[in-house]
């Protein structure tokens, strides 16, 4: 059974687009589970990152559409894919009640409305809603865990390489979007009147203002919304991230999100629903050309791998530059990523790279997130996926962002492979990870347990603060493991906001870390190394004069801002 439904905005006085077009799919029973899929925010192929393709994909292609929910119906649930509005249409803001922002989160939240409402008819419990979202969709689940207006809609989570408390979730503070607002109003045109006389003349701009691509029209330099992506080039969000900087994404407005979504979180002031959450091994792999368009010394391609000096300056990039943290921490990151058996190799040296960029973009902040849920007493499942499908291209990306999907929505078994939008021959080892994964999926929709009965033998036990325990799959096996990177994880979420001088990783600096603090920063940074077996590592740091000179800088350079 298929069905469709448009919910008309205009009715609210917020805009007049139909945006909402839920899709699903369901087998011939009555009152079962209801998975609700929330899709990323963009065309993978285009940018690949949250809320800044505006609203393309959502209206040309129907992202949420592209993901077919009828094999993984077959195992007994209802499953529902729907699209929210993107960019300029779903999250453009004054940064006031004037303009709130967050109209792609009121999407969301008007489906899971109309599900309550409406999912009996179609054979679904409305007591037993499953949200699920991957990137900025699993980032706008964790969103809606803590939205009062939300509540009650949905009873459990699973959040797929995306979480809330990651530096690209929400708006900033420092976001100034006040200037924005007044540039892409003038951009198309408005008249510089009043606040609301520039929001009314914004709902008479026909959305396709900001919707197509400068390829599609004849008149590139017509086109309203290339010149917005000018403007984004200098929007003061903070970082930018993605080559063209493009940063539309929820904010904290006190009604939908009402506060800091970390304060929410550690208050326990959060639907307590049972979560599953993880990641893939290979997260930042597709996207490692991200930094580098300003970084013109550095091959973008990188299939060549990473010289030396490249490795080097990249992260230095990135950290220094893009986040404008201390050489202190760059220096660490450098070390802590790099393969000190296999210092010259550039081969080495970007597996070096991608993972230390996909543990902090994507996994470290969900660990993150999981172990703030842990202490609360929130049941929480974690999973680290690492599977190679023989398409991906080049296959060093290996496991990378998103890839999963093809797997929980049953690809190998209809023949469409979602990453690619094509028809494809899968591997038995493709077949067999998909039967895992859509097994797992739903027992957690119907039963709040992905192993109700042991899957190949094995129970996934939650999480809990002695063990951090999950679960780790892959075509040849699943496997209980515990604590996922952990030497990693703690650099990040703990080492880092150390050397910053405040409490988390993605915290503004509010001053600067006392001097004997960052003495015992330091100290603590090399003392938790040894305890971690790094003696062979740190025997060959001894012997590599260049890092052993910086080091020694850094020692030396706390050392004297001690005194």
């Known amino acids: 059974m ?30 079962l589970p209801q998975p609700e899929h929330l899709h990323a925010g963009g065309d993978e192929d285009l940018a690949n990152f949250p809320y800044d393709l505006y609203t393309w994909w959502l209206l040309r292609r129907r992202s949420g559409s592209r993901y077919n929910g009828f094999t993984l119906a077959q195992h007994g649930v209802v499953v529902v894919t729907f699209n929210y509005r993107l960019g300029v249409l779903g999250f453009l803001t004054t940064g006031d009640q004037s303009l709130p922002g967050n109209y792609g989160l009121m999407d969301q939240i008007e489906v899971l409305r109309w599900v309550s409402e409406n999912i009996a008819k179609f054979g679904g419990d409305s007591c037993s809603v499953t949200l699920f979202g991957s990137s900025a969709g699993s980032a706008s689940a964790g969103l809606l865990m803590l939205s009062p207006m939300s509540r009650g809609l949905f009873h459990r989570v699973i959040l797929q390489s995306g979480s809330p408390l990651s530096f690209w979730a929400v708006y900033r503070p420092e976001a100034d979007h006040r200037k924005f607002f007044d540039d892409v109003s003038d951009m198309v045109g408005c008249p510089d009147d009043s606040t609301d006389d520039r929001i009314e003349c914004l709902r008479k701009v026909h959305y396709s203002n900001f919707t197509h691509y400068p390829w599609e029209q004849p008149d590139c330099s017509n086109n309203v919304d290339l010149e917005i992506k000018r403007l984004l080039d200098n929007f003061n969000t903070f970082p930018n991230l993605v080559p063209s900087k493009l940063n539309f994404k929820p904010r904290v407005d006190g009604d939908i999100v009402p506060s800091d979504p970390r304060r929410m979180y550690t208050s326990a002031l959060y639907q307590n629903v049972t979560v599953m959450i993880g990641n893939l091994k290979d997260e930042w792999a597709r996207s490692m050309g991200w930094f580098f368009n300003d970084l013109d010394t550095v091959d973008a391609d990188l299939s060549d791998g990473f010289e030396r000096e490249s490795f080097e300056r990249s992260i230095h990039h990135v950290i220094r530059t893009r986040f404008s943290w201390s050489r202190e921490v760059a220096d660490a990151a450098v070390f802590m990523y790099t393969d000190w058996t296999n210092v010259t190799d550039p081969y080495v040296n970007r597996e070096g790279y991608k993972d230390l960029m996909s543990d902090f973009v994507m996994t470290a902040p969900s660990v993150d997130l999981a172990d703030i849920l842990a202490e609360k007493g929130t049941t929480v499942y974690y999973y680290y996926y690492n599977h190679q499908s023989i398409f991906t291209d080049p296959p060093w990306w290996k496991c990378y962002h998103s890839l999963e999907l093809d797997s929980v929505f049953g690809s190998p078994f209809t023949g469409y492979n979602i990453a690619v939008d094509d028809q494809r021959n899968h591997t038995k080892e493709d077949k067999e990870i998909s039967r895992i994964s859509m097994l797992l999926w739903t027992n957690f929709a119907k039963y ?10 094995v129970t996934w036990r939650h999480m809990d603060s002695a063990q951090n325990n999950y679960l780790h799959i892959t075509p040849e096996r699943i496997a209980m493991r515990s604590f996922l990177r952990a030497e ?4 990040w979420n703990k080492l880092v906001p150390s050397l910053r001088g405040v409490q988390t990783m993605f915290e503004v600096d509010s001053s600067q870390a006392k001097p004997a603090d960052r003495n015992l920063t330091l100290m603590w940074f090399f003392g938790i190394l040894s305890v971690l077996s790094f003696s062979v590592t740190l025997a060959l740091v001894v012997r590599n004069g260049k ?13 004297m801002n001690a005194v």
């Open 448 to 457: 709040g347990n992905p192993t109700k009965d042991p899957v190949r033998g």
């Open 547 to 559: 890092l052993q000179k910086k080091l020694a800088k850094l020692m030396a350079t706390s050392s």
């Open 488 to 491: 990693k994880m703690a650099f």
């Open 2 to 31: 298929v069905w469709s439904t448009r919910c008309d905005y205009g009715r609210t006085g917020l805009s007049a687009e139909d945006v909402l077009l839920s899709d699903g799919g369901t087998a011939p029973e009555r009152g």
